[in-house]
């Protein structure tokens, strides 16, 4: 199993900035992808950006590219989600997420074993 325990979110004005992280533990050898999703209020679940454990190739929906970065920091077993330029849209509940699977897209989120418990991003106008 995996653990994982996300922090950072809170509220933010439009064109400000959050930072989110997400702690991993347990049996983090076997991650090959970590992910970050949101969900807004009556909307499914989205893909967000993604990044590979080892290699540290990132990917990026293309709502958030230039704006959001994803990170990590190997001996901390953390992920990070750098949030610039907020548009009130961010506003979500932000998960992260871990899979083993290292081959299909990414972004498939039925392809993620492991969820941590979501932090509240609330962007203002």
């Known amino acids: 199993q995996v653990q994982l325990v996300e922090s950072g979110g809170g509220l933010a004005q439009a064109g400000g900035s959050l930072r989110l992280s997400c702690a991993a533990s347990g049996r983090t050898f076997r991650v090959y992808y970590m992910g970050w999703f949101r969900q807004a209020p009556g909307k499914e679940r989205e893909f967000v950006a993604a990044?590979?454990?080892?290699?540290?190739?990132?990917y990026y929906a293309d709502s958030v590219k230039g704006r959001l970065t994803i990170s990590r920091d190997k001996a901390a077993n953390t992920v990070y989600l750098q949030m610039n330029s907020l548009q009130p849209e961010d506003t979500a509940v932000y998960y992260c997420?871990?899979?083993?699977?290292?081959?299909?897209?990414?972004?498939?989120?039925?392809?993620?074993?492991?969820w941590g418990q979501g932090t509240q991003v609330t962007v203002s106008s």
């Open positions: 990044i590979s454990w080892t290699a540290g190739s990132k």
């Open positions: 997420a871990a899979t083993p699977r290292g081959s299909g897209w990414v972004g498939r989120r039925l392809d993620y074993d492991y």
